[in-house]
């Protein structure tokens, strides 16, 4: 019987000191990234005017475990390890007889899970002697993160941050400057890739996918930088599974076992990090274990309505060709206020794990998401960032579901940060500002049409 308690904390000796990779337990591998000129698997070669040789390393590695220096593990114990919650209260407000968990990653410098990766990124950059890290941001947490991390191995750090959300979420910008960092809304007129946007459309809310353009454009061109990326490529997701491992720790200690895992995913940095410790544990028992489930957007739903194809990481066409799911490298999408979700694209090891079967997926409108974060905050105390009200939405449909059926289902969600910064995204919702957006398939195919014919012949041939 598990212990009834409501916080599960670890000691900082329990920290783990390795980070899990996933690819060296699939039974199929992903397929690979390729070179859009040659078609070829890209190599290390095509990588190092971007990234160090350490990321580079740990993007293609097999090896199951890497193990975390010691300079990171010293700037995790800031906030690592970050508890795991019971919320009885969210279970009493919803009459449920299931058991709700949640792994709260809000307790981290930045406010969310993104320094999980950004201060090891950060750190092997330095260690390369990189002077600076340019990178893009949506909401805002994986700038401020980086430019936290940055401030720790003293780099310095230029962001560019989707229109849409520099405009909507002042306060990210304010953090971002406050940890050191430069940052300009994107589009911008400082890029080739943001001038011919402007030029089309000067009112562009902006994406991800042309975020990143315009830092890869910069850092490409400036021997002493980098380019960072805080989601999609498997050593970002790879450096996030400390916090699966840190749960299937928490759970043990209170002799619980998780029949659903639940994740909010726009790239899938926080869903991987949560569920992918998991999932070797399912694979290691036969295929026995929790259901994973990941939740996107309706407005821009890459795993439930889009493509599985090779197609471009960004606007401008820089980034290698990944296999993923995919809505078009120039899909530009409606402006909801879960902005670290509005990315066209998924990380190709989670497409690859859904075109496997190994997990599911369900899109939610932001209303509804918006809703369970309020319940969540009223309840639980914790202002929910808002891609993570995502995964409240759908746990609180589980648990709604558990109790209709009279199931003591135990679930667990990635709570992958806080919503402090994001307030005038809560009150367009309390106001009655906000509108649902969703795609009719025939439009979202029409748009993928158009992108991959855009594409070098060598894709999807």
Known sequence: MAIQQHKVILDESEMPTRWYNLLA?????????????????????????IFPMDLIAQEVTTERYVDIPEEVQEVYRLWRP??????????????????????YEGVSPAGS??????????????????????????????????????????????????????????????????????????????????????????????????????????AAQDPDANYALGSVLNHVLLHQTIIGEEALLQLAKIGETADLIVGCTGGGSNFGGLTFPFIREKL?????????????????????????????????????LLKMHT????????????????????????????????????AKTQKDCFAAGVLFAQTEGILPAPESTHAIAAAVDAANAATAAGDQTCIVIALSGHG???????DAYLRGGLVDHTWADTELQESVAKALTRLPEIANS
């Open 82 to 103: 970050s508890p795991l919650y019971r919320a009885h209260r969210l279970e009493k407000a919803l009459g449920t007889p299931a058991r709700i968990y949640y792994k």
């Open 420 to 426: 402090h910064v994001d307030m005038m995204a809560y």
């Open 113 to 218: 899970h993104k320094p999980n990766t950004a201060v090891p990124q950060a750190y092997y950059n330095a260690k390369a002697g990189i002077k600076k890290l340019t990178s893009e941001t949506g909401a805002g947490q994986w700038g401020t993160s980086l430019a936290f991390a940055c401030a720790q191995f003293g780099l310095e750090c230029e962001i560019w941050q989707v229109r849409a959300s520099y405009d909507g979420k002042p306060y990210r910008k304010i953090m971002i400057e406050t940890f050191g960092a430069t940052i300009h809304p994107s589009p911008s007129d400082l890029t080739d890739a943001g001038r011919a946007v402007l030029a089309t459309n000067p009112d562009s809310p902006g994406s991800l996918g042309l975020a990143i353009s315009e830092a890869v454009e910069v």
């Open 327 to 362: 809505l078009g490298h120039d899909f530009m999408p409606d402006p909801i206020h879960a902005g670290g979700l509005r990315y066209h694209g998924m990380s190709p090891i989670i497409s690859h794990l859904y075109e496997e079967g190994m997990i599911e997926a369900v």
């Open 284 to 320: 290691a028992a036969g295929g026995a274990g929790p259901i994973i489930r990941a939740v996107e957007p309706a407005s821009c739903p890459s795993l439930t309505q889009g493509v599985y194809a090779y197609d471009f990481g960004d606007v401008a066409g820089l980034t290698p």
């Open 25 to 49: 337990d699939l039974p199929t591998p992903p397929p690979p990234p390729l070179h859009p000129g040659t078609g070829q698997p890209v190599g290390p070669d095509d990588l190092t005017p």
